[in-house]
């Protein structure tokens, strides 16, 4: 078994694999439901109801982040599984990384300029309770078979480090 690199803040590494993450989390995030909630007959009813139908600008998006938020706890956020969500990876006609997509980085040398680690598995909730004989048990939740990622910020986005080897 060899030892993995320890990478810190201004080493130089090579992307071996262009695969930049996106987010974090459960499979359901309220920015995946904006366009369907925005459309939703009984969003638009509770704006009327409100008295926010010509509603505009900063008060109309908080009002619906907050509508999506909702619909996403309604929805169990998707699963239970905790995954790396990552960017597509390619040319689209007309490239925003807003709509998932990043160039091929393959070979390019970056700077790290921080790191974080992050957990993936499967979510279990928390329970407890109290035995016959009057002890009380309380087991806090969290995850089943976790997995730990090193995520490198290397400017142009997030990336796992095993997809990157270090510049010598």
């Known amino acids: 078994m060899t030892k993995r690199h320890v990478y810190r803040e201004g080493d130089r590494v ?7 993450i996106k987010r974090v ?3 359901l995030h309220p920015n995946d439901l904006r366009d369907e909630m925005e459309g939703e007959q009984r969003y638009k009813d509770a704006l009327d109801l409100l008295g926010y139908g010509d509603l505009k600008g900063r008060a109309y998006r908080k009002l619906l982040d907050a509508v999506c938020f909702a619909e996403v706890a309604k929805r169990g956020m998707g699963g239970k599984e ?3 969500h990552y960017y597509q990876t390619g040319t689209p006609e007309i490239f925003t990384e807003f709509d998932g997509f ?17 957990q ?3 979510y279990y909730a928390p329970s407890g309770g109290q035995h016959y004989d009057g002890e009380y ?3 806090p939740g969290g995850l089943t078979n976790p997995k730990t990622h ?4 290397v400017g142009i986005g997030e990336i796992e480090a095993c ?6």
């Open 102 to 118: 990043m160039p091929d980085y393959t070979g390019y040398d970056l700077t790290v300029s921080g790191k974080r680690c992050v």
């Open 163 to 168: 997809d990157v080897e270090p510049v010598t």
């Open 150 to 153: 090193v995520l490198l910020n």
């Open 82 to 84: 905790r995954t790396l």
């Open 137 to 139: 048990w309380n087991d």
């Open 25 to 27: 989390g459960y499979a």
């Open 14 to 20: 090579r992307i071996i694999r262009s695969r930049f």
């Open 120 to 122: 993936t598995g499967t």
